[in-house]
C-alpha cells in the first residue's frame, strides 16, 4: 500500500505538526498553506531531513474556493500517485460577540472551516473509492461539540463537520473508507496568541492533566487514525483535549 497524504493548512501549527509527524511514519505529504510561503518550505525542507526518501510538496491554495482546492489535489496526485489519506486541518479562528458578527465574517469562517473540508473531501474521495481505500481524518474542536462563547461563527463551523465526518463514514465504509474527526481542546498555537498569561494559567488549571495541549499532541493523534491498523474506527469523534470534555 503506498502512503501518500493530502493535507489542508500545513504550514503553521497542528498542520506543520502534523505534516513532521507524517514524514517521521514514512508518509509523503502534500499540503496546502494560503498567507505563509516561508513557513511552508520551512516545514517541507524540516519534512525531508525526517524523512529523506520521503516527497513533501508544499501547494498554495485558499482552502475556500472549490477551484482552488480541486487544482491542488490535482497537483498532489500528480506529484505522489494516488492519495491513500486527507487530512482536512484548514482552519481560521475569531473571537467576536455574536451580535457583532457580519456577514463577512460568517461566510468567511463557513468556507475555510467548513465548506473547505467539502471540497477537500470531494475532489480526493474518487480516487479512494476506486482503490477501495481511504482514510480520512477532518480537524474539529471542543467548541464544535460544546459551544463557545464569543466563537459562535467558528462553533457552528466546527459542529458542522462533526457532522459531515459522521454521515460520510456511514457513506464511505463499503468502499474501505473512514471517515473520523478529532476535536482538540486548548492547544498552545498562534491561534492563541491574543490570550495573555494569565488567561493560559487559568486554561492548564481548568484542565485536568494540569497543561494546555501542543500541537505534537493532535499530530500523534492524526498519524494513528491514519494508520491502516486504524481500519475499525471510523465515524468517530477523538477528543485530544486533557479531560476538559468528556
Keep these: 500500500m503506498m502512503r501518500n497524504v493530502f ?3 500545513g504550514s503553521r501549527g ?22 505563509h510561503p516561508e513557513a511552508a518550505e520551512a516545514v517541507a525542507a524540516q519534512a525531508r531531513a525526517l524523512s529523506p526518501a520521503g516527497t513533501f510538496l508544499p501547494i498554495c491554495a485558499d482552502a475556500g474556493d472549490s477551484a482552488q482546492v480541486c487544482a491542488a489535489v490535482a497537483q498532489a496526485e500528480e506529484a505522489l500517485g494516488s492519495l491513500q489519506v ?13 451580535t457583532d458578527t457580519t456577514d463577512e465574517d460568517w461566510h468567511r469562517m463557513m468556507a475555510v472551516d467548513l465548506d473547505g ?37 467558528y462553533s457552528a463551523a466546527k459542529a458542522g463537520l462533526i457532522g459531515l465526518g459522521r454521515a460520510l463514514a456511514k457513506e464511505e465504509g463499503p468502499s474501505g473508507v473512514t471517515v473520523n474527526i478529532i476535536a482538540p481542546g486548548v492547544i498552545d498555537t498562534d491561534m492563541m496568541a491574543s490570550f495573555t498569561d494569565e488567561d493560559r494559567a487559568a486554561l492548564a488549571e481548568e484542565t485536568p492533566v494540569e497543561r494546555l495541549g501542543t500541537a505534537e ?23 485530544v483535549n486533557g479531560g476538559l470534555v468528556i
Design 117 to 153: 473540508a467539502f471540497y477537500a473531501c470531494r475532489a480526493v474521495l474518487p480516487g479512494m473509492i476506486r482503490q477501495k481505500y481511504g482514510r480520512i481524518v477532518l480537524i474539529s474542536s471542543m467548541w464544535g461539540q460544546t459551544g463557545g462563547s464569543c466563537e459562535v461563527a
Design 7 to 9: 493535507l489542508t493548512g
Design 217 to 239: 499532541d493532535v499530530a500523534r493523534a492524526i498519524v494513528f487514525l491514519c494508520d491502516e491498523n486504524a481500519g475499525y474506527i471510523t465515524g468517530q469523534v477523538l477528543g
Design 86 to 98: 486527507l487530512v482536512c486541518n484548514a482552519g481560521i479562528a475569531q473571537q467576536k460577540l455574536f
Design 14 to 35: 497542528i498542520g506543520a505538526a502534523a505534516v513532521l509527524a507524517l514524514a517521521r511514519a514514512g508518509y509523503n505529504v502534500a499540503f496546502t498553506y494560503h498567507a
